[in-house]
Structure formats: structure tokens, C-alpha cells
């Protein structure tokens, strides 16, 4: 099976490809925020590499969050397009878990945390436990990283964090006897790759946004666009 | 038979159409989510962004099929998507999915700035059309005069220094306790009302082409603070009175500066009566042809989006798949 991941939940922009034989090649373009520029030149340069065309590919795999909403946004749209345009399987896999497979393929074991930054002081967070597999061990939340760090506290069991909402609030985890940090910023393509392809294909696949739209929270008075 | 596939998100419409290069339609396809932002007054952004990555996959399918093309093989020339002016997280959802459609099946990409879409409206369904061409185009988001030479050929004359008509009219209706979008209620209130029974000033009397409204909004709540009780349809008639005065006041200022062979209204307040009737009457003083487009070919629709491709796909070279979105592209910037 011909794969193809993307991922765009976090400021990064990121690409895999894995063809049948195993070849693999993903690749992380980082320049803030700039997902609707780079993606799908990034994906067109990936499947050239591995010598793939477009209609080669047999599953797409795709972030669904929860992350950054406008970068989501683009990730799925493209993905829905570029399945959509083939015939091919769509898969949706969360940040959440790209994170922990990253973690896991890197060797970590135990609790982990899986934290991305969910921005105004706030992460999306959720635990696994990574043995010899890796397994859910409770829902993906909005949290803060006190207050994850506090109820990890009590559970009175070490874990290990990682992902950019650690980055992003390191010194409340760091220097914590309990707490260990696994840096790694952007979800990992490759472990999108791992998940994505034992997965049954998702008829439809939305964003994960684990927040409502601001808007309906506090709205006051939007004009439409000039 | 060369057809394009359009792709339209820049506000709270999701689009997609085919159109081919005599601009024959054949499919159209809208999906909106205003309802979401009713309760709001206005459009949300981030509204409008979720509901275009729930309805973009179905929408473009629609598209090929109604139009009897094959959804993994649809031989087409080339897409085109609207890259600006808009909401950015709306336009984002747009020009994502084009470029993706655009690698799948290797066929080209064209960013299409949403007001040329507009402008291409009126060859939708007059293939005939005799240029030059007067076109006002007015909706929520814009108001401009332009001078259009030919297909992809315009000059901007004039366009709002504040305020687009169509927010002007959102505006008043919230003022006075309607339903948005303002435009059909007040339209709808002012059919029964005298409109002369607000004493509205006449404003943007320079003779340049641009354009106000900002001003008669302010108007409207001063008037009514004063006047308590005043019949809302009457309020409604006096502000429609003032709106549609400035417009063709603008436009007859200038047909007598640049003849034309036609006079175009184009934008969602295209559906508005006061406009639609005083525009029908400019265009017999000036002996010219008026081109009203029906009320689908006024508001953001993607066989627009699609005509402009055509046209931009064969003069021009495609775009890149570096492509931004522009939320602020002014249709002047277009080259
Ligand atoms: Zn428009």
C-alpha cells in the first residue's frame, strides 16, 4: 500500500510517503504557520522522490488535530480533496496520538502525555500508555499544563510529557521529580504513517477542535469582509 | 470542449461549478451556512471556516457529476479558486482543496480574485454581450463602479471609502431589529413605505465615483433617536431611497464621462428593486442595454469563479502551488 501523511496542527508543516516496498520519506517544512504555501508542493516532491504518481497513491492519512484551526483546516481540506480526486481511503489519525507514536517509536516507555498548545494559555492533552504497544489511557482534553502536571502529581506514578505544549510551558514541567520531558515539537509522519495504515478508512473526517468557536462563546458585533 | 471546475469559499458560501469556455454553465453548486450566523448579525469567520471543510468534498463531487463528468477523471482544462479578497480561514479551506484536486488529477490551477468572479457574472448569460460595460457591483463585502474594456479588462472608477452597501444595509436592519442579511428585509419593508418621510442627507456630492454609506447608517439611528415611532417601512424606504440615490447619481455621473455599450449590475444587493428598476431606467435614458443577472448570478456563486478561469487560464500562466490567499486583494491589483 502506497501512504501518504499530513500533518498541520501545529506551526510546522510536515509530509510523509511510504510505498509498498517500504520505501519511506517524510519531511518537515517549518516555517511558521505557512501551511496552505508549502503543503502541496511538500507533497508533490515527496511522491516525485519515491517515484510515485499522484493516482499511485492507496490511503491518505491525515492530522486531524486538535491543534491550530486554520492549519487543520488546510491539512484536511487537502486531504479530502486529494483522496477525494482519487478514489483513495482517507484516514484520520489525531495529533495526540502522532505524538505518542513518535514517542514510542523513539524508544519511550511508561505514561506518556501527549501536549500540544493550544494557545491562550491552554493545551490539548491526553494520556497513553506505551508498552510493548501503544494505548489510550483517558479522553483528549483542553487543559492547562498546571493542571495536568498537578493531577499526574496525584496520581503519585511518574510520566513522561512531550509535544509542543510542553515546549511552549516547559517551566511547569520541568524540575518536577515525576516529570520527564521527550522533546519532540511536531507530531510525527511517521508514526501518522504506522497508525494511519492499520486503520479502517473513515467515511467522512472532520477536525478535531476540542473548542468551540470563539465566536459563539462571546460574540459582540462582526462585520463581513471589506 | 474545454471546461473548468470553479471552486468558491471567501465567505459563507461553499461553491463549486463547471463551466466551459463559452461560459455555458453546466453545473452550479451552493451550499451556505448563513443560517449558522443569523443569530450573530453577521458572518463568523470561524463559523464559516468549519462549515467549508464539512461541505467542500461533497460540494466539488456535485459539481462534476451534475455536470455528467467522471469525479476520478473528470477531463478538465484546469480549476479556478477564489484567492481573494475574503475571510482568510474561509478562502484557506478553498484554495487548499484546488490545489490538491489540481496535483490528483495534473490538470492546472488559477487564483481568481472574487471580484473579477463578480464581473464575469453577466457573460453567464449573455454570451452576446457588447462591451465596453458600466458594471456597479455591490454585495455585503463590496461596492465599486468599474469600467470594463472587455472580459478581464477593468478600470475601478470609483468604490467605497467606508462601509459596502450591502453592510450598510446589515447594519440598519440590526438597528432597526430585522433579520440578517439586512438587505431583503429592508427591501421587502421599504415596498410599503414613503420614502420621504426621513429627511436623509444626499452624501458624496464631489464629483469623483466613490462611494459612501457609512454616513447615511449614522443618519438612519440619528433620525430615528430623534422620531420616536416613525414606521420602520417608512425608515426602511427613506434609507433604500438614499442608498439606491447615490449609486445611480455615481453611475449616471459615470456614463456621461465614459460611453458604453451596457450597463451591468453585479454583487448580492444586485437583488435589491430600487436598484434593479433604477438601473433598468439609467440604461433607457443612455440608450444602452441593461444587464440585470438573476439573483444566482448576483451573489457568490463559483460559475463566476470558473468564467474567470477560463479566461485567466488561457491569457495567463497558471498559479503556483506556492499560492497564498490574499483577504485583502483589491480588484485594481489584478493584472
Ligand atoms: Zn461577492
Redesign the pocket.
Known amino acids: 500500500m502506497n501512504i501518504l501523511a499530513i500533518e498541520t496542527a501545529t506551526p510546522a508543516c510536515a509530509v510523509g510517503v511510504r510505498t509498498t516496498a517500504g520505501l519511506e520519506v517524510t519531511r518537515v517544512v517549518d516555517d511558521g504557520r505557512r501551511h496552505t504555501e508549502a503543503l502541496t508542493g511538500a507533497m508533490q516532491t515527496l511522491l516525485e522522490e519515491v517515484g510515485l504518481r499522484p493516482r499511485d497513491v492507496d490511503r491518505v492519512v491525515v492530522d486531524r488535530g486538535p491543534g491550530l484551526f486554520t492549519g487543520l483546516r488546510v491539512g484536511i481540506a487537502t486531504a479530502i480533496g486529494f483522496s477525494q480526486a482519487l478514489g483513495c481511503a482517507l484516514v484520520g489519525v489525531t495529533s495526540l496520538e502522532m505524538l505518542a507514536g513518535g514517542a514510542f517509536d523513539a524508544g519511550v516507555r511508561g505514561t506518556l502525555v501527549a501536549c500540544v498548545d493550544a494557545r491562550r494559555g491552554e493545551i490539548f492533552a491526553q494520556a497513553f500508555l506505551l508498552k510493548d504497544e501503544v494505548t489510550v489511557l483517558d479522553e483528549a482534553r483542553v487543559t492547562t499544563a498546571l493542571e495536568i502536571v498537578a493531577s499526574t502529581e496525584a496520581k503519585g506514578a511518574p510520566a513522561i510529557f512531550t509535544g509542543d505544549g510542553v515546549e511552549r510551558y516547559r517551566i511547569d514541567f520541568q524540575d518536577r521529580s515525576f516529570a520527564t520531558i521527550f522533546d519532540q515539537v511536531v507530531p510525527s509522519v511517521h508514526a501518522g504513517l504506522s497508525i494511519g495504515s492499520s486503520r479502517m478508512p473513515d467515511e467522512v473526517v472532520s477536525p478535531l477542535y476540542l473548542r468551540e468557536a470563539d465566536a459563539v462563546a462571546n460574540f459582540t458585533t462582526r462585520e463581513r469582509p471589506k | 470542449m474545454a471546461l473548468v471546475l470553479g471552486i468558491e469559499t471567501?465567505?459563507d458560501e461553499t461553491a463549486a461549478s463547471v463551466v466551459d469556455e463559452q461560459f455555458h454553465v453546466h453545473s452550479s453548486v451552493i451550499e451556505s451556512s448563513i443560517d449558522q450566523h443569523r443569530a450573530f448579525g453577521g458572518v463568523v469567520p470561524e463559523l464559516a471556516g468549519r462549515a467549508h471543510v464539512a461541505t467542500i468534498g461533497p460540494v466539488v463531487r456535485r459539481a462534476l457529476t451534475e455536470a455528467g463528468l467522471d469525479p476520478l477523471d473528470p477531463q478538465i482544462l484546469g480549476i479556478a479558486v477564489t484567492s481573494g479578497p475574503g475571510l482568510i480561514g474561509s478562502l484557506l479551506v478553498g484554495l487548499s482543496a484546488a490545489k490538491a484536486y489540481a496535483l490528483a488529477w495534473g490538470v492546472p490551477f488559477v487564483g481568481i480574485n472574487?471580484?473579477e468572479g463578480?464581473l464575469f457574472a453577466p457573460l453567464l448569460e449573455r454570451s452576446d454581450l457588447e462591451w465596453p460595460l458600466m458594471t456597479l457591483l455591490v454585495?455585503g463585502?463590496?461596492s465599486l463602479i468599474v469600467l470594463q474594456g472587455g472580459p478581464g479588462e477593468h478600470v475601478v472608477l470609483g468604490e467605497t471609502i467606508d462601509d459596502a452597501a450591502g453592510e450598510a444595509y446589515d447594519k440598519v436592519a440590526r438597528w432597526l431589529g430585522l433579520g440578517y442579511p439586512g438587505g431583503p428585509e429592508i427591501d421587502r419593508l421599504a415596498q410599503s413605505g414613503t420614502s420621504g418621510a426621513l429627511k436623509l442627507p444626499r452624501s458624496m456630492t464631489g464629483d469623483d465615483y466613490d462611494l459612501s454609506f457609512s454616513g447615511l447608517k449614522t443618519a438612519v439611528v440619528r433620525a430615528t433617536e430623534k422620531q420616536h415611532g416613525l414606521p420602520v417601512a417608512d425608515v426602511a424606504a427613506s434609507f433604500q431611497a438614499a442608498v439606491a440615490e447615490q449609486l445611480l447619481r455615481k453611475l449616471r455621473s459615470a456614463l456621461e464621462h465614459h460611453p458604453v455599450k451596457g450597463l451591468a449590475l453585479a454583487?448580492?444587493v444586485a437583488a435589491n428593486s430600487a436598484l434593479r428598476a433604477g438601473v433598468t431606467e439609467l440604461a433607457q435614458e443612455f440608450g444602452i442595454e441593461a444587464h440585470l443577472p438573476t439573483l444566482a448570478m448576483c451573489t457568490?456563486n463559483a460559475a463566476m469563479i470558473a468564467a474567470a478561469g477560463t479566461y485567466r487560464l488561457r491569457h495567463d500562466a497558471a498559479s503556483s502551488f506556492d499560492l497564498s490567499a490574499s483577504p485583502n486583494w483589491q480588484l485594481a491589483d489584478v493584472s
Open positions: 471567501s465567505c472574487h471580484l463578480h454585495s463585502g463590496h454583487g448580492g457568490d
